[in-house]
């Protein structure tokens, strides 16, 4: 046990040290929050414009094409307004069959819905929303400039369709990877909803045949979760393919020299006793591991 003057001390040294790191940090946060690393306004509006996620400036200026914008911001506005990477591209002749097809689907689905055949009418909601896709799909296809290769529309391929992004950047056999988790999860969640809706079904009819009433219970929420995370492993799989796809396009022009090499010499290591109480030490036998990239 520490002695009451001690415990003073140390508390006394906790406390000065405590008030020198906010001193610091306090410091830190004022240089780092007043410094000007650029007064020019002008500058400062492009730096802003240019990490801005989407701006509807920029992007209605490229649909009259008065200024040019990425892949990114064409497809996050083409996704609201539809058929606006047709117009970007000067694919005008598309925009019939785009709004032909929607209106078509939608109009029609609406009429059978109306008429009580529900089946019939999910089709054409179905048609539509294929037509949507195909519109969003072409126009990543057709966006200009279409050099090779555009980490922004490697995980837009990825995105539409999983593993297209994947072709896109000539890994193709990453495809069995990222389909095995996808489909693996797609197989344990219909399987595990298969069984959390039995168990349902039996706990809600009080029935007792087979199972306590808590053993269903259980095993209700059992399969539930396991549901849930076999989602979760679907979802998991999707995003990271699309990750991958966008991370493997801008690394594609990333060189690495052949003249990778690393030289193991035998070495003396002398140590250094500037500060040793005692010059008790002696040089000691090593190893010298160099690498050149």
């Known amino acids: 046990m520490l002695s009451k003057n001690k415990r003073r001390l140390l508390a006394a040294a906790l406390a000065i040290f405590a008030v020198s790191l ?40 490229a649909l009259g094409h008065k200024n040019e914008m990425d892949v ?23 925009l019939p069959i785009v709004y032909g097809g929607i209106a078509a689907g939608v109009g029609s689905g609406i009429w059978f819905n109306s008429q009580g055949r529900h089946d019939t009418a999910a089709w054409c909601f179905a048609g539509a ?17 279409d050099d090779w ?5 490697a995980p837009l391929y990825s995105l539409l369709l999983p593993g297209l992004g994947q072709i896109y950047n000539h890994e193709i056999w990453k495809l069995p990877i990222y ?14 909803k298969k069984n959390f809706e039995r168990f349902r079904t039996i706990y809600n009819n009080q029935d007792t045949t087979y199972f306590p009433l808590e053993t269903s219970k259980y095993y209700k929420n059992l399969y539930r979760r396991y549901r849930d995370y076999a989602l979760l492993v679907v979802f998991a799989g999707y995003f990271l393919q699309a990750i991958d796809a966008n991370v493997f396009a801008y690394m594609h022009n990333f060189e690495v020299t052949e003249d990778l090499t690393m030289d193991i010499s035998p070495t003396i290591i002398a140590p250094n006793t500037d500060y040793a109480m005692a010059p008790s030490y002696s040089p000691a036998l090593g190893l010298s591991i160099g690498f050149r990239f």
């Open 179 to 192: 389909y095995g988790i996808m489909l693996g999860g797609l197989d344990y969640y219909f399987m595990f």
């Open 72 to 94: 990114t911001t064409a497809f996050c506005g083409s996704t609201v307004l539809v058929g606006g990477m047709q117009i970007y591209n000067r694919d005008y002749w598309k």
């Open 129 to 145: 929303g294929l037509v949507y896709w195909g519109t969003l799909m072409d126009g990543v296809i057709n966006f200009i400039p």
């Open 149 to 153: 290769p555009q980490p922004g529309k």
């Open 22 to 61: 906010l001193d610091c940090k306090a410091q830190f946060k004022e240089e780092a929050f007043s410094q000007k690393y650029n007064d020019d306004q002008a500058n400062q509006k492009d730096t802003t414009d240019k990490n801005s996620i989407f701006s509807f400036k920029k992007y209605w200026g």
